[in-house]
């Protein structure tokens, strides 16, 4: 039996350096910046004791954790009803930068799309893996990350028009 080689950092170091990009990549797949302080907390806990044991790499593991649980979280949520408001969210306000503004676009429609989705447009396009990747990250088919994938991009289209409005405008693919 092989022993993984001891991580490069330590685990208080690894927090410090890379704590603040894994609670990007949970608030995007989360939606709450509340829940992803939870994830990211919850995640390094279950890494904290196996520190030593996860080998070069211990951001993918930590990352990996994070996925797992994101998606048992959502599916006991997904037992509770949603809850829907009259009104979609204020669009940002004038006098923000585009960039700002399609950052703040984004997150709103983000926000909007079941777990599932959200998750999956996470792990492709911000964590940029392989559909192969995404399927073995959230225990799924690469065929079921592919429609859901499509469901999400097609749903974001719905929800958020104006940034493909916005992408045109700067001269992308219409």
């Given at each position: 039996m092989s022993r993984r080689p001891a991580p490069a950092v330590g685990f208080e170091e690894f927090v410090v350096v890379r704590g603040h990009a894994l609670l990007r990549a949970a608030y995007l797949l989360t939606g709450d910046?509340?829940?992803?302080?939870?994830?990211?907390?919850?995640?390094?806990?279950?890494?904290?004791g196996r520190w030593d044991k996860l080998g070069e790499q211990p951001e993918a593991y930590v990352r990996r954790v994070m996925y797992h649980l994101n998606v048992s979280w959502w599916r006991r949520r997904r037992s509770r009803p949603e809850s829907l408001v009259e009104e979609p969210p204020e669009t940002p306000a004038a006098g923000h930068d585009e960039a700002t503004v399609v950052a703040l676009l984004l997150q709103g429609a983000l926000r909007r799309l079941t777990a599932r989705q959200r998750t999956v447009l996470v792990l492709r396009f911000y964590e940029d893996l392989s559909e192969a990747q995404v399927a073995d990250a959230m225990g799924c088919s690469v065929g079921t990350v592919k429609s859901q994938t499509?469901?999400?991009?097609?749903?974001l289209r719905q929800l958020a028009p104006e940034l493909d409005e916005l992408r045109v405008r700067q001269g992308g693919v219409s």
């Open positions: 910046a509340h829940a992803a302080e939870d994830l990211v907390q919850a995640a390094l806990e279950r890494c904290a499509s469901a999400a991009l097609r749903r």
